[in-house]
């Protein structure tokens, strides 16, 4: 694995709504929008990308409330509805007219989403590790999905903010890694640097605008798209995944959409762009190589 390239994600994009993006774009080529899940930012793409730039244009955005993006300014842009028209500003300030969409975990809905809303600026899709509708209640986590739903939908404010500041001040407790290796929420070989920042990514989320996304991620569905796609659509998932089962996730969405194609990484749980960036790599760009119009990858 290269040693990774900082991003920076210091351009930034206003929305109509006067939501402020961030977003970097890097490399030359054929291009290639990354598209974060909630609770992260684009430090999740960085072993992946640093590959990336040398053969692609490589455009990284932060969802509103995460990472250096601002606050949602109105409800829609605190939805995955909204989305892609926050996606399409940052494409155009970015100089790409199309690109192989990419999502990971959440950021797989947005990507549904923008072939709904915006087929033209796609020339691919591709999922990994994430459902195309209702995020929580599929997931084999230890807390079933019904509970974090209801909790979600009667949090407010002061008390969501305590919630996620809660859950990352237990993550650093003595033994917590441990835990979150052995119920695959993180990998196992999930780096203590790794942890950390996702620890704190979790931390500085906008606490009202990560709560409406997260509700809205559930009771959002793009299930109706997946039969609808007529570009390349490669659908990644992990064994180990508990967020997203592949038996609950993966399988029923490549099921559903005709010509999808299906890789599963026996070890992988959610944290698989961390831990597993090479496997990734190497799927997507031959992925790629047969199925993408005028990709152009170094043999």
């Given at each position: 694995m290269q040693r990774p390239l900082p991003i920076d994600n210091n351009h930034r994009v206003t929305a109509d709504d006067g939501t402020v993006i961030a977003y970097s774009v890097s490399g030359e080529g054929p291009a290639l929008v990354l598209t974060n899940g909630l609770t992260t930012s684009s430090f999740f793409w960085k072993y992946l990308r640093t590959g990336w730039i040398a053969h692609h244009r490589v455009i990284t955005w932060d969802l509103p409330g995460h990472g250096r993006s601002g606050p949602a300014r109105s409800s829609l842009s605190a939805t995955i509805a909204g989305q892609p028209a926050l996606l399409a500003k940052v494409m155009a300030a970015a100089g790409v007219t199309q690109a192989t969409q990419i999502g990971w975990s959440v950021g797989c809905q947005v990507v549904l989403e923008?072939?709904?809303?915006?087929?033209?600026?796609?020339?691919?899709?591709?999922?990994?590790?994430?459902?195309?509708?209702?995020?929580?209640?599929?997931?084999?986590?230890?807390?079933?999905?019904?509970?974090?739903?209801?909790?979600?939908?009667?949090?407010?404010?002061?008390?969501?903010?305590?919630?996620?500041?809660?859950?990352?001040?237990?993550?650093?407790?003595p033994g917590a890694a441990a835990?979150?290796?052995?119920?695959?929420?993180?990998g196992e070989d999930t780096s203590t640097a790794?942890?950390?920042?996702?620890?704190?990514?979790?931390?500085?989320?906008?606490?009202?605008?990560?709560?409406?996304?997260?509700?809205?991620?559930?009771?959002?569905?793009?299930?109706?798209?997946?039969?609808?796609?007529?570009?390349?659509?490669?659908?990644?998932?992990?064994?180990?995944?508990?967020?997203?089962?592949?038996?609950?996730?993966?399988?029923?969405?490549?099921?559903?959409?005709?010509?999808?194609?299906?890789?599963?990484?026996?070890?992988?749980?959610?944290?698989?762009?961390?831990?597993?960036?090479?496997?990734?790599?190497?799927?997507?760009?031959?992925?790629?190589r047969r199925r993408v119009a005028n990709a152009q990858i170094a043999p």
């Open positions: 923008v072939y709904r809303q915006r087929p033209e600026l796609c020339n691919a899709l591709i999922t990994l590790f994430g459902p195309a509708e209702h995020a929580l209640r599929n997931t084999a986590l230890p807390v079933p999905g019904s509970w974090l739903e209801a909790l979600l939908g009667h949090s407010r404010g002061t008390y969501f903010a305590m919630l996620v500041q809660r859950l990352a001040q237990a993550a650093t407790l835990v979150l290796r052995k119920t695959g929420i993180i790794d942890l950390r920042q996702l620890i704190n990514d979790l931390g500085a989320v906008h606490s009202s605008t990560g709560r409406r996304m997260a509700v809205s991620a559930e009771a959002h569905s793009a299930w109706d798209v997946l039969g609808a796609v007529h570009v390349p659509y490669l659908i990644m998932a992990g064994d180990r995944d508990a967020f997203a089962p592949p038996r609950r996730v993966a399988m029923r969405m490549h099921g559903a959409s005709p010509g999808s194609e299906l890789v599963r990484l026996p070890r992988a749980t959610h944290t698989a762009l961390l831990d597993h960036a090479d496997q990734i790599a190497v799927v997507i760009d031959d992925f790629i």
